[in-house]
Nanobody, 129 residues
Framework: QVQLMESGGGSVPAGGSLRLSCVAS????????MAWFRHIPGRERERVAS?????????????TGHTESRFIISRDNAGTRTSLYLQMANLRPDDSGTYYC?????????????????WGQGTQVTVAA
C-alpha cells in the first residue's frame, strides 16, 4: 500500500510563494506518475500539475488559472523514497484550497482524479487578498 504525506501549506499574502512537498512510502513509486491536485470549495477536485515517471510534465488548464506560468512541479527519486514538490509563486486568493498529492501505478499521467487510486491527506493553502 502506498502512503503519501504532504507538507508545506500555510497562509500567505497575495503575491507570495509556497513550496509543497509530498513523500511517498510503503511501496516504490519511482515508476509511477505523480500529481498535485487541489480542491477549492464549490469546485471539483482539479489537477494542478502532474509529472510522469519519465519526467513529462503537464500543468492545469484554464480552470486552474494557467498554473504553468506560476507553479513548478518536480520529483526526486533518489534514495529509498520518492518525493514530489510544487513550487508556487505569485499566489492569488483563488489559489486557496486543499492541495493533494496523488499517484497511480502507471508511468503516464491523466487529468482526471478518478485515475489516481492513492492520495495524501492534503495540505491547506490560504492566500489572503
Amino acid at each position: 500500500q502506498v502512503q503519501l504525506m504532504e507538507s508545506g501549506g500555510g497562509s500567505v499574502p497575495a503575491g507570495g510563494s509556497l513550496r509543497l512537498s509530498c513523500v511517498a512510502s510503503g511501496r516504490d513509486v519511482s515508476e509511477n506518475c505523480m500529481a498535485w491536485f487541489r480542491h477549492i470549495p464549490g469546485r471539483e477536485r482539479e489537477r494542478v500539475a502532474s509529472i510522469s515517471a519519465s519526467g513529462d510534465i503537464d500543468y492545469g488548464d484554464s480552470r486552474t488559472g494557467h498554473t504553468e506560468s506560476r507553479f513548478i512541479i518536480s520529483r526526486d527519486n533518489a534514495g529509498t523514497r520518492t518525493s514530489l514538490y510544487l513550487q508556487m509563486a505569485n499566489l492569488r486568493p483563488d489559489d486557496s484550497g486543499t492541495y493533494y498529492c496523488a499517484t497511480r501505478e502507471f508511468r503516464g499521467c491523466f487529468r482526471s482524479p478518478d485515475e489516481y487510486p492513492y492520495w495524501g491527506q492534503g495540505t491547506q493553502v490560504t492566500v489572503a487578498a
